[in-house]
């Protein structure tokens, strides 16, 4: 066997490195079904395992989705849109998302959306035209993921 060949596993050693897995880090279900068929594991022992796993809490999808949506929020100042975006990437389900939203203080949200307004507005200071600025504002905050009527009042108030 080369050493690009990953060595199967059996169901037990699965379960025992899965769970260390999960409890060293929340992690979705599909970045564990994912590490699970990288092991060798066959499609019934993978859906087994997850079922214990969640049986177990190991494996909690909403607790995963607040948690990721937190982290991002408060870390990397992410919006809305792009939490939810990157949430269904991980193909976490829609009521989960919705639930970890709702987890995102509505205060918190509009003061981090106004203080990275402020912020980005202070560092274009060089441009000559405001109508660029305002561009280059709006673009910034649309990438962060914040949702466009939230970011229109807040051009409205920097002008």
């Given at each position: 066997?080369?050493?690009?060949?990953?060595?199967?596993?059996?169901?037990?050693?699965?379960?025992?490195?899965?769970?260390?897995?999960?409890?060293?880090?929340?992690?979705?279900?599909?970045?564990?079904?994912?590490?699970?068929?990288?092991?060798?594991?066959?499609?019934?022992?993978?859906?087994?395992?997850?079922?214990?796993?969640?049986?177990?809490?190991?494996?909690?999808?909403?607790?995963?989705?607040?948690?990721?949506?937190?982290?991002?929020?408060?870390?990397?100042?992410?919006?809305?849109?792009?939490?939810?975006?990157?949430?269904?990437?991980?193909?976490?389900?829609?009521?989960?998302?919705?639930?970890?939203?709702?987890?995102?203080?509505?205060?918190?949200?509009?003061?981090?959306?106004?203080?990275?307004?402020?912020?980005?507005?202070?560092s274009l200071g060089g441009e000559d035209s405001l109508l660029v600025k305002k561009k280059k504002l709006r673009d910034y905050l649309l990438h962060k993921g914040y949702e466009y009527p939230l970011i229109e009042q807040?051009?409205?108030?920097?002008?």
């Amino acid at each position: 066997m080369n050493r690009y060949q990953s060595k199967q596993a059996t169901p037990q050693q699965a379960f025992q490195k899965i769970k260390h897995f999960c409890a060293y880090q929340e992690r979705c279900h599909s970045e564990v079904k994912e590490k699970l068929y990288q092991m060798g594991l066959r499609t019934r022992e993978v859906e087994g395992l997850l079922a214990s796993l969640i049986e177990e809490n190991y494996l909690n999808e909403e607790r995963f989705a607040i948690l990721f949506a937190g982290g991002r929020f408060r870390l990397k100042q992410w919006g809305r849109v792009k939490i939810t975006h990157e949430l269904k990437q991980k193909q976490v389900s829609p009521y989960c998302i919705k639930k970890a939203l709702q987890e995102i203080p509505d205060s918190d949200y509009e003061q981090t959306l106004r203080k990275l307004a402020a912020k980005k507005w202070a560092s274009l200071g060089g441009e000559d035209s405001l109508l660029v600025k305002k561009k280059k504002l709006r673009d910034y905050l649309l990438h962060k993921g914040y949702e466009y009527p939230l970011i229109e009042q807040v051009l409205q108030e920097q002008a």
